[in-house]
């Protein structure tokens, strides 16, 4: 598939989403409440590969930090007040899958609630549904990180929704693709096949992901494609979609990441180990990898024919920025209705926050695809 290397996204951004939610301009830089925490950070250096092949897979997303650099991070990363109320009835399950069972949460809103942007319900009471898949560099994370129990509660509560979360299985001990795509897949084929259990309509199954997360949403995506089982939509938070293809960033963003602070960085060595450490091997830079593991590798468009509407939502201050407004272009060029829109002065992961108002913001505009008919 041709890309067009460089090419920024669309400068000014939109007011608003086409749902009308509103999407602040680029920042140039960060913006509080992450502004106040700069100096935390200032002077570490960039994250390196071989810091990767030593991270504690325990860590949150697998942060490949040294004692004082992983101190400052936890400072940088801590909440920045209370957690936004929700209103969630949660149940914790285990679903069936190719490589034992798969645990998931299961977020519906509580009785009598009334969401203040409601998915339209059927006769019978139905909603939308998500599929939801959390980030960690394939190596890390779980349900209780916010990016995947926080995010959950806020779009379930935002829009009467019901939201699967799912524990895939992490590349670590010798786990290596497809096992977390399979696992991925397995759930959402579970949903589909229990929608009206879950007070889901059939018809409005999205799927959707953060970093890591937002890959294997992708990824199930195309698989759903190929088996005339496609999701209604894919939400993706700043993904990595690209493996042995890595998209060349803008001026724009090329120039925002030498300005950023280093430690927050994906340098090339550290995302293609990465994706080597996901994959098994390392990518084949020529062929790219296989298809469900980075559908932005893929060279003909047409094998992305069928591909549903699509949110993608990146980071201003990111390296993977690059990557997901590569997929964007490639995901029109195939015929897609892609919106893409870049969340304005926050990191990478800025999902994972916890009281930040950005982060609040970026869960209205994914609550509002929810909303839509079909």
């Known amino acids: 598939m041709t890309d067009t290397p460089g090419a920024a996204p669309t400068t000014p951004q939109p ?6 939610v ?10 509080p409440p992450y502004a106040e925490r700069l100096h935390l950070i200032a002077g570490f250096p960039a994250p390196r590969a071989e810091d990767l092949a030593a991270a504690d897979p325990a860590a949150a997303a697998g942060a490949p930090f040294a004692a004082e650099a992983l101190a400052a991070m936890e400072a940088w990363e801590a909440p920045f007040g209370e957690p936004e109320p929700t209103h969630t009835l949660v149940e914790d399950r285990e679903l069936p899958g190719p490589h034992g069972p798969i645990p998931v949460r299961i ?50 509560t935002r829009t009467g929704a019901s939201v699967v979360s799912v524990f895939y299985r992490l ?37 959707g992901g953060a970093s890591a997360g937002g890959n294997l949403a992708a990824g199930v995506t195309l698989h759903g494609i190929d088996d005339a089982a496609a999701p209604w939509q894919a939400l993706l938070a700043y993904p990595v979609a690209h493996g042995g293809r890595w998209p060349t960033p803008s001026e724009e963003l090329d120039a ?20 080597a450490n996901y994959l098994g091997a390392p990518p084949d830079a020529g062929a790219g990898a296989p298809a469900y593991a980075f559908p932005g590798d893929l060279a003909d468009a047409a094998r992305l024919a069928g591909w549903p509407a699509t949110y993608i939502e990146n980071c201003e201050n990111d390296d993977l920025r690059a990557s997901g407004e590569a997929f964007a272009r490639q995901l029109r060029q195939a015929g897609a209705d892609v919106e893409v ?6 990191p990478h992961g800025h999902l994972n926050a916890v009281g930040s108002p950005l982060t609040a913001a970026s869960l209205d505009r994914f609550a509002a695809r929810l909303t839509r008919p079909v």
Do not use: K
């Open 15 to 20: 007011t608003a989403t086409r749902d009308g």
């Open 22 to 31: 509103p999407v602040a301009p680029l920042a140039g830089g960060f913006l």
């Open 107 to 156: 977020y519906r809103p509580e009785p009598g609630w009334n969401p203040p942007t409601p998915s339209p319900a059927t006769d019978a009471g139905l909603r939308a549904g998500l599929v939801w898949y959390h980030g960690g560099a394939f190596m890390g994370g779980d349900l209780d990180m916010p990016e995947a129990d926080a995010v959950s509660r806020g779009l379930a």
């Open 171 to 207: 590349c670590t001990g010798g786990v290596h693709y497809p096992v977390p795509h399979d696992d991925a897949y397995a759930a959402y084929q579970w949903v589909r096949g229990h929608a009206a259990e879950l007070g889901i309509d059939a018809t409005r199954i999205a799927v």
């Open 256 to 275: 925002r990441l030498g300005q950023m602070p280093q430690i927050l960085r994906f340098p090339a060595d550290m995302t293609e180990a990465m994706n």
């Open 341 to 346: 829109l870049t969340c304005a002065g926050v």
